[in-house]
């Protein structure tokens, strides 16, 4: 699989900054010319795991979120959301729907939600030292006339 493209950023774990995450992402994927389909798959993709990051990782602290989204020579996007936060402790378990360590008003959908619009995800984390969550997504290539 050959690198076609990158981009990288950085952003503060501010919930303003989520909506900013999710349409960057977007626009750089866009030049691949996925569907309207694809591109809100990614879009929610990475709304769910910035807002994971936030509200998750840093809880009550500001901390940096690192996106890298990559573009491949076979039209696959790998977008990763990286943190420094708190790490999971049993990814495991916090990748069961309805599992949240977030209290009520959570509803412990986020990676559920991840992996229904992606083609695949990975999770790692170390406690203390942080979280990487990897998405992969399939632009599917289309005849397209002169």
Do not use: W
């Not at 910035?50 to 979120?65: F, M, Q, R, S, W």
């Not at 959570?106 to 984390?125: C, H, P, Q, T, Y």
Request: glycine residues 6%; contains cysteine.
């Amino acid at each position: 699989m050959e690198k076609s493209n990158e981009m990288k950023l950085t952003i503060e774990s501010r919930s303003s900054n989520e909506g900013f995450a999710r349409v960057a992402v977007a626009a750089f994927v866009a030049q691949l010319d996925p569907t309207i389909e694809e591109i809100n798959d990614i879009r929610t993709c990475v709304s769910e795991a910035v807002t994971n990051c936030i509200v998750h990782a840093y809880k009550e602290t500001l901390g940096k979120i690192y996106i890298t989204v990559t573009l491949s020579d076979s039209s696959l996007v790998t977008v990763k959301i990286r943190d420094k936060g708190c790490g999971i402790e049993d990814v495991k378990q916090a990748m069961e729907p309805l599992f949240t360590t977030g209290g009520s008003e959570r509803a412990g959908l986020g990676f559920a939600v991840m992996e229904s619009f992606s083609d695949k995800i990975s999770v790692r984390s170390k406690l203390g030292q942080g979280t990487t969550v990897t998405i992969r997504k399939k632009i599917q290539q289309r005849v397209r006339y002169a």
